[in-house]
């Protein structure tokens, strides 16, 4: 008989399937998409009256800034956790390795499939908020690494969900802990109105330990061309991804099982 | 003299290889390790073997099987036993999906299994056609074989529909379908018709002996149907409480533990005593069964039904009552005798008997 007949590898059906399967979850379409976009209209109509208009192009820039990150946040963080979590608890990922496809295979689609949905999020919200409002015009290199650290953050919501519903195995504990983490950093780094500055100094060390902090409050400076210390910022990303690489090992090292 | 030179140089071959083929076999006999080494020979045909497996959910062993199984290309087994035998831990310690001591040595891969789990859930974040597709990494406008079955489980209809909008039975055709789509060499079918109507069971069983018909490959069909396993298998598997009661081909465990053939007939007093002179089997309560160790044993017992114009039903290949007598014998009861029989059940060693009479 002929053999590894049913071993699959990662194609273009299964990446087909994975996109599907972020885009049939309404949260993350809504959360994704259209928050970001609906909140960042909400907020720089809000404060026009409120700022001189010389500063208004700067200000828009900087919510422009900050509400990108929700994207990562909503597909990644929020709506990647809970579908995992919900595969896991039923059994898919299994069912998935049974019909030949190996792990490997199924988490190669489920990350190409959340980088296409991810870009695409990012070139609606760019496309809509740089046609829609009057941003100050950023530099290339700004640019660019405003998308590098979108990426790089995405890389760590990724690592931190797969990480969560991998320990808890369930899409209720999951979920709880995902929307206290999705709130816990909007609110720390800025993003629900509160400035860092105003939060007890507590809370403003762990807001500095997030590299979402230092994008929607400091990444301005490099979004005008203006000098900025890169290192803080890297060391948060260090920290960040530290804490998702300790999520997954304890992860792995709970599913790790011992065959006779 | 030229043939005589032929004749001699042809003898003197058919020497050699006659020596040769006698001195493999006096080397194969005399071996320390003959055993080993036909072991191993059947081995080199087999698709799995479990040795001595034994699978710990915390205190409790679920699974502790100290004889030998071996499934081959073409086997059908059928593996029965109650509600906590250890049939599901069975399948899933094969699929390396469970801890386990002991070893399962098989040349397959996960991936190189098919199986249909007891419980199977898919995502319902879109309809059961891409699912379908995807795991098949197929176009149904493209497979004529797939189309088949469908049209054949007539399950067009349900395509369109998400996994949690389908009926239990649909459920099931679902996976079904796939998992015969997946042509794997060994397949368990883990309570496969669980859930179904009479009509679609029946359909689904005569669909599978078709599929298989004449293939390779191995089944493997957990089942409390024992209709459909006197159907479908060809070796039986029994389990309780974890432990290997029996297997086998099936018509020599029936005969080992039932005897040539059985009659069955209804359990009434008046049928009581008239095949009080006969050996009584263990049996489902409605039924007395009878054990027929020859022909003319059966033919007697025939004789006398029909004389009496009794009903009865004979069969050379009844899982249910061969189950019943192997379990019972395992436990350190007898089968075929009546007293012996009762006393088994009077000793109470195992609680599921008292699910069956003993006349």
């Known amino acids: ?260 | 003299m030229k043939d005589s030179f032929i004749s001699i140089w042809n003898l003197s071959k058919c020497v050699v290889c006659i020596g040769g083929a006698l001195s493999e076999l006096t080397a194969y006999v005399f071996a320390a390790d003959f055993p080993r080494v036909l072991r191993r020979r059947m081995e080199a045909n087999m698709l799995l073997s479990i040795n001595h497996l034994q699978v710990q959910y915390g205190k409790q062993t679920a699974l502790d099987i100290e004889q030998n199984i071996m499934i081959e290309p073409g086997d059908r087994i059928g593996i029965i036993g109650s509600n906590g035998a250890g049939k599901t831990t069975l399948v899933k310690s094969i699929l390396g999906l469970t801890n386990y001591k002991g070893s399962i040595q098989t040349e397959l891969k996960k991936e190189e299994i098919g199986v249909h789990m007891q419980y199977n859930n898919y995502t319902n974040t879109m309809p059961v056609k891409n699912v379908m597709e995807t795991l098949l990494n197929t176009s149904i406008k493209k497979n004529r074989k797939l189309q088949e079955l469908i049209h054949f489980f007539e399950f067009e209809p349900c395509l369109k529909k998400r996994y949690s909008s389908l009926s239990g039975g649909q459920k099931q055709r679902f996976t079904i379908i796939m998992v015969m789509m997946q042509d794997a060499p060994l397949t368990f079918y883990d309570e496969v018709t669980s859930g179904l109507d009479f009509e679609t069971r029946q359909k689904l069983m005569e669909k599978l002996l078709e599929w298989y018909q004449g293939k390779e490959n191995a089944l493997c069909i957990v089942s409390h149907y024992y209709d459909e396993l006197e159907l479908l298998a060809d070796k039986v598997l029994v389990l309780d409480q974890g432990k290997l009661i029996a297997f086998g081909n099936k018509e020599m465990l029936f005969e080992k533990y039932c005897g040539h053939a059985v009659i069955t007939i209804d359990n009434s007093e008046k049928n009581d005593m008239l095949t009080k002179q006969f050996s009584h089997l263990l049996s489902p309560g409605h039924l007395i069964a009878l054990s027929c160790q020859d022909v003319v044993e059966e033919e007697k017992i025939i004789r006398v039904l029909l004389e009496q114009d009794v009903n009865f039903k004979r069969s050379n290949h009844d899982i249910e009552i061969m189950y019943i007598n192997a379990k019972a014998l395992y436990y350190g009861g007898e089968c075929v005798d009546s007293h012996l029989a009762q006393d088994t059940m009077k000793g109470g060693q195992n609680e599921e008997k008292h699910e069956y009479k003993a006349v």
């Open chain 1, 1 to 260: 008989m002929k053999k590894n007949m049913n071993i699959k590898q990662c194609n273009a059906k299964l990446i087909k399937y994975e996109m599907l399967n972020i885009l049939g979850n309404p949260f993350a379409d809504f959360f994704g998409v259209v928050f970001p976009i609906m909140m960042l209209f909400i907020i720089t109509k809000a404060m026009k009256s409120e700022i001189p208009a010389r500063g208004y192009a700067e200000a828009c820039a900087t919510v422009f800034i900050s509400m990108s990150m929700i994207i990562p946040m909503a597909i990644l963080l929020l709506g990647y956790a809970a579908t995992y979590a919900q595969e896991l608890e039923k059994e898919i990922p299994l069912r998935m390795m049974l019909f030949g496809y190996p792990e490997s295979a199924a988490m190669l689609a489920k990350i190409i499939a959340q980088t296409i949905v991810v870009t695409a999020a990012l070139l609606i919200y760019g496309i809509i908020g740089g046609i829609g409002l009057e941003l100050s015009m950023p530099t290339v290199g700004a640019v660019i690494g405003l998308i590098l650290c979108q990426y790089l953050l995405g890389v760590i919501f990724f690592g931190i969900a797969h990480g969560v519903s991998s320990l808890f195995r369930k899409f209720g504990p999951t979920y709880a802990v995902m929307m206290t983490l999705y709130f816990g950093i909007m609110i720390l780094c800025g993003m629900m109105g509160i400035k860092a500055e105003d939060l007890p100094k507590f809370l403003q060390v762990i807001s500095n330990l997030l590299p979402m902090s230092h994008i929607g409050n400091d990444y301005i400076d490099v979004w005008m061309g203006r000098s900025y210390n890169f290192v803080p910022m890297l060391q948060a990303f260090l920290f960040l991804g530290a804490v998702a690489g300790i999520i997954m090992v304890m992860a792995g090292y709970k599913n790790r099982r011992t065959r006779g």
